[in-house]
Every structure is written in C-alpha cells, then in structure tokens.
C-alpha cells in the first residue's frame, strides 16, 4: 500500500506560480511512477505529468508543457509539481498517484494509488 498526500493549492491570479507537493508512505516510494492529474468541475481527469524514478524521464500533457515540472526527492518520498504562468484554464482539482511500470502513464486506470487532491483556482 501506499498513501498520498497532496498539499500546496490554493487561489492565484493568471500568471502566477504555484508549487503542489505530494507526500508518500508506506512502500519503497523509489518503485513507483509518480503521476499528476487534474479534474476540472464538469470534467473527466487528465494528465498532467509523470516522473519514472530515473529522473530524466519525464512526461508531460502539451497543455502544460513548458509551464509545468514535475520533480521528486526519493529521500523526502515526495512528489512536486511546480506550476508557472499559470491560465484560468488550470483551475481543477489536482490529484497525484503512482503506479509500477512505465506503461500507459497518462492513463487514469492504469495507477494504483492516488491522493485526495488539492484545489487549485487561477483567477483572470
């Protein structure tokens, strides 16, 4: 099993910066894909990013490519998501899982795990 904790939402004004954290426990968190996705009201989930355990593998959704980086610290079993110029587009509740394996990374069944989610609201 493993727990997740988002952490870092909030309300900002389009064009601010935002840094979403994601606390793990429980197993070895090093295993692990670590996977961030967003849920807008009325919205099905989507990808964000993701992050293979060898750090220069990385993805990210064209929406947020550029303006996102997701990064990690396998000592602190914590995922981040650092969100810059942020649109009013980015409003939604983000959500951080892990999963075993590459595979299908930007799909939403494909994770084991997920957390609760942090609300995120950028304002025009």
């Known amino acids: 099993q493993v727990q997740l904790v988002e952490s870092g939402g909030g309300l900002v004004q389009a064009g601010a910066s935002l840094r979403l954290s994601c606390a793990a426990s429980?197993?070895?968190?090093?295993?692990?894909?670590m996977g961030w996705f967003r849920q807008a009201p009325g919205k099905e989930r989507e990808f964000v990013a993701a992050?293979?355990?060898?750090?220069?593998?990385?993805y990210y959704a064209d929406s947020v490519k550029g303006r996102f980086t997701i990064s990690r610290d396998d000592a602190k079993n914590t995922v981040y998501l650092q969100m810059d110029s942020l649109k009013p587009e980015d409003t939604a509740v983000y959500y951080c899982?892990?999963?075993?394996?590459?595979?299908?990374?930007?799909?939403?069944?494909?994770?084991?795990?997920w957390g609760q989610g942090a609300q995120v609201a950028v304002s025009s």
């Open positions: 899982a892990a999963k075993q394996g590459l595979q299908n990374y930007e799909l939403v069944r494909s994770y084991d795990y």
């Open positions: 992050m293979w355990r060898t750090r220069s593998t990385t």
């Open positions: 429980g197993r070895t968190f090093s295993y692990y894909l």
